[in-house]
């Protein structure tokens, strides 16, 4: 039984803001007096969950979970109903009476309010540190990596003393208990019974923020000049605690959020001081993991805010290898992610600092597919084909993708893709099909059959392909290029789509059958099946036309070639007439 009155219940529920509420999980959009975005309780593409202000209610008409704000914030959280109704009356300034388990003496079981409370004062008594006398050589530091006072103070940034009870003490003054603080992960139980020290001493202390704003762990930097920094862990993080699970939140996302939401774009960084770099050098959107790892929580928390996550890591080989080992994770969460490709020797921070914001953002704008950089990796870690063992490997670890894909619908697309890209039959990278290295078949030039069909333009495949995953592009595409598309196996798709787009409209490219055609144009529509859009809309056209202009181009310097040779050839025959007719024809060519 709620020990919250139905009075105070209903005041809570009233004065919430559901939208407001919800859109900071749920990307929303406006239709009307209704509010619509993809459900977070379960995977879907078409949006079926509504927010209705009016009622103060949402719904999803996919799986049926609806209510008010208290019962979304419970299921969002995981929060029981007093927890939840204490959350919202915090977040909308609702006055609740006091309960006895909130008072500093009763904190001896696990109390919530007052563990945020608590991890609140200490990052207070951190900043207040680094800005008294102790915190001279930390503010050195951080001046050294190009960070001024106002980032500084926006990020909250402290200063750990080095004694072993300076936070205790001043915690106890507060009237907080030494089992209360141990809960919040800033104290350690020592040998001797009852009594308890400092768990963060002598480091730079970054606080971990959750979604609603609220101080919930901390990160301890060893500062340079620390006599113990060649013993002790550059880094140590607070443990899992009551308010805090590590790979539920990214560092940096609650103050992301807004740019988050605005661009439709996130980086995604490694550690804190990459992020804070990026901050300082004029790039807002951006959150960084609690280490190397990249969780499930992580990236359905940025679902509901991006369209694209822009994976940034150092440029060494090891920074290369967190997006490869983390492509499940997207593919699962049907998120697109690129990847940033650094020079070997910078990290994001050294970057930023040393060629500014406007050079990120352009080679941002190269970031390659994480799927396609994990198969361009894959082919460069064992590229010779004709190898038995090295070809083995090769498709043993594209089984070990497709093993960690529980859709089978999703593992279909991956396969078909992942067969056409390492020109392979789809039945071999199937685990009941496991065929022994030694009788692999090879599709290589050698084993393969030839035949007289001419090799498909790559542009005009990608052009394709773009108008699939972008089909508001595909009209001025399809009329404008109608003259000028290549006499390859790429006119069948082409054709194919222009067939679709008379008949049913653009909206509808993605359903053109294409199975009766040559393999290669069902893997193009398998590409575009499982690439999320990669363009905002407003660039979408653009993009469109630079891919047109290049097809073009490549198309009127290979017409005025077959021009200057055919010319060449009439000249030797005599024929005056043709080589007149010829002429008029390519100087006509150059209008177009």
Request: net charge neutral; proline share 5%; charged share 25%.
């Amino acid at each position: 039984m709620s020990y919250y009155s139905q009075e105070k219940i209903d005041e809570i529920n009233d004065t919430a803001d559901i939208v407001d509420l919800v859109s900071r999980y749920v990307a929303l959009r406006r239709t009307g007096s209704v509010y619509s975005g993809l459900c977070p309780f379960h995977q879907e593409k078409t949006p079926s969950f509504k927010v209705t202000p009016q009622r103060r209610m949402f719904h999803c008409f996919g799986c049926g979970v609806g209510g008010g704000a208290i019962r979304f914030l419970m299921m969002i959280e995981k929060l029981s109903f007093p927890e939840a109704i204490e959350e919202l009356a915090r977040r909308y300034t609702v006055e609740l009476p006091t309960r006895d388990g909130d008072r500093p003496e009763a904190m001896g079981k696990v109390n919530r309010t007052a563990i945020y409370e608590i991890l609140r004062q200490a990052q207070f008594f951190f900043a207040a540190r680094l800005w008294s006398n102790e915190g001279v050589e930390a503010r050195r530091y951080l001046a050294s990596r190009n960070l001024n006072q106002n980032i500084i103070r926006e990020f909250g940034l402290g200063l750990a003393p080095s004694n072993w009870d300076g936070l205790r003490q001043h915690l106890k003054s507060l009237g907080f208990g030494d089992q209360a603080a141990e809960q919040a992960g800033l104290l350690k139980a020592g040998r001797k019974s009852g009594y308890f020290y400092d768990f963060f001493r002598n480091r730079l202390m970054i606080p971990i923020f959750d979604l609603q704003g609220r101080v919930t762990a901390f990160g301890g930097r060893l500062l340079p000049d620390d006599p113990e920094s060649s013993s002790s862990s550059k880094y140590i993080n607070t443990s899992n605690t009551p308010v805090y699970t590590k790979g539920h939140i990214l560092f940096g996302q609650y103050r992301a959020r807004p740019f988050i939401r605005e661009s439709g774009v996130t980086f995604l960084v490694e550690g804190y001081f990459d992020l804070i770099s990026l901050v300082a050098g004029g790039i807002n959107e951006v959150t960084a993991t609690l280490g190397t790892a990249v969780t499930e929580k992580q990236i359905t928390s940025l679902k509901g805010q991006a369209r694209t996550v822009l994976l940034l890591f150092d440029g060494d080989e090891a920074g290369q290898a967190v997006p490869i080992k983390n492509l499940p994770i997207f593919l699962k969460a049907d998120l697109e992610a690129r990847v940033v490709t650094l020079p070997s020797e910078h990290d994001p921070d050294t970057f930023i600092r040393t060629f500014g914001a406007d050079k990120l953002r352009k080679l941002a704008r190269q970031a390659i597919n994480i799927f396609d950089f994990w198969v361009d990796n894959l082919k460069k870690s064992y590229p010779d084909v004709l190898d038995p063992i090295s070809r083995f490997k090769q498709l043993n670890e594209a089984r070990m993708l497709l093993d960690q894909l529980p859709d089978q619908a999703k593992q279909q697309i991956v396969r078909r893709r992942l067969a056409n890209l390492l020109e392979v039959d789809e039945s071999t990278l199937n685990r009941t099909q496991f065929v022994p290295p030694l009788q692999l078949l090879i599709h290589s030039p050698e084993s393969t059959p030839q035949t007289n069909r001419p090799a498909t333009d790559k542009l005009a495949l990608n052009l394709l392909s773009f108008i699939l995953i972008h089909p508001e592009t595909a009209e001025m595409v399809l009329t404008q290029m109608l003259d000028f598309w290549p006499d390859d196996p790429s006119r069948q798709i082409f054709d194919r789509l222009q067939k679709t787009l008379a008949a049913t409209g653009a909206a509808n490219l993605g359903t053109t059958n294409f199975d009766d055609l040559d393999p290669e144009i069902a893997a193009l529509a398998s590409q575009a099946a499982l690439t999320p859009r990669f363009t905002p809309l407003d660039q979408s056209e653009m993009e469109a036309r630079a891919y047109m202009n290049r097809l073009k181009t490549k198309w009127l310097q290979k017409r005025q070639a077959k021009l200057s040779a055919a010319i060449a050839t009439a000249f030797a025959a005599g024929d005056e007439a043709e080589i007149r007719r010829l002429q008029i024809e390519k100087k006509d060519l150059l209008k177009k």
